[in-house]
């Protein structure tokens, strides 16, 4: 009598990294009453998640607007405005404000302002003021010319370029971020800041100014450029 014998099949499930599964490949045994066969099931990697991009924050110093903060971080004003939802007035920010500068595909919900031409003139802006005749700065410099062209409406004590802004806002001038004709345009960027003299406002936001010591000691000269590159005492 023959004696039948019944093949058993057993099955083994071993958990693998990927690099276990390619370095020990299957083997089988099988012979006349059994037939392993092993396989090798590869659980895969978990997911590595990427930290958030930490934002970039900047404080706002004296002579600043968002057109200037926006040139220097390469993003449009408007989308600092979007962005910055504690601001109440693009025109108007302090010393010491914390702006956060939006990421270039982050999606911002606050409405942007449409851009418009800038004024000719600023509304609701106080009578200039009668300081007196004479004109104390050195001769050749970028304040003499200023305070050549506008007389007794600018002090004598405003002291060097970078300080205009700061020592007119703290004797009652008026002052603020949007051009006019007839204003002094003032930066302090440079030792020891410029000023000059705005001739008109053009609809496509730049101004038309004149100026001393940009072009040499003494010179006097005039240019079109960017409005946003200066604040303004009227």
């Known amino acids: 009598m023959k004696r039948l014998f019944a093949a058993t099949l057993l099955t083994a499930i071993i958990w693998a ?40 924050i ?7 607007n968002l057109s200037k903060i926006g040139t220097a971080y390469n993003v449009e004003w408007q989308r ?18 914390k702006i956060t500068i939006p990421e270039p595909s982050e999606t911002l919900l606050r409405e942007i302002p449409v851009a418009v031409a800038l004024p000719a003139t600023t509304p609701n ?15 050749g410099y970028c304040t003499w010319y200023v305070k050549n062209r506008r007389g007794a409406s600018i002090p004598n004590s405003l002291g060097n370029a970078n300080t205009w802004y700061r020592r007119a806002s703290g004797m009652g001038m008026a002052i603020g971020s949007a051009p006019r ?18 001739e008109s406002v053009n609809g496509d936001g ?22 946003s590159k200066f604040v303004y005492i009227y």
């Open 125 to 139: 802006v106080a009578p200039l003021r009668n300081f007196g005749v004479g004109n104390t700065y050195d001769y």
């Open 206 to 227: 730049t101004i038309n100014i004149s100026e001393m010591n940009y072009k040499g000691f003494g010179v006097q000269s005039s240019r079109t450029t960017s409005a």
């Open 17 to 56: 990294t990927p690099a276990t599964a390619l370095a020990e490949p299957l083997n089988f045994k099988n012979d006349a009453t059994s037939l392993f066969v092993l396989k090798v099931i590869t659980e895969p990697p978990k997911p590595v998640e990427q930290p958030k991009p930490q934002p970039v």
């Open 181 to 198: 004709a007839g204003a002094v345009g003032t930066t302090d960027r440079g030792s020891l800041g410029h000023v000059v003299y705005v």
């Open 58 to 64: 900047y404080f706002v110093v004296s002579g600043d």
């Open 80 to 97: 600092l405005w979007a962005k910055n939802t504690q601001l109440t007035n693009p025109d108007l920010i302090h010393v010491g404000d």
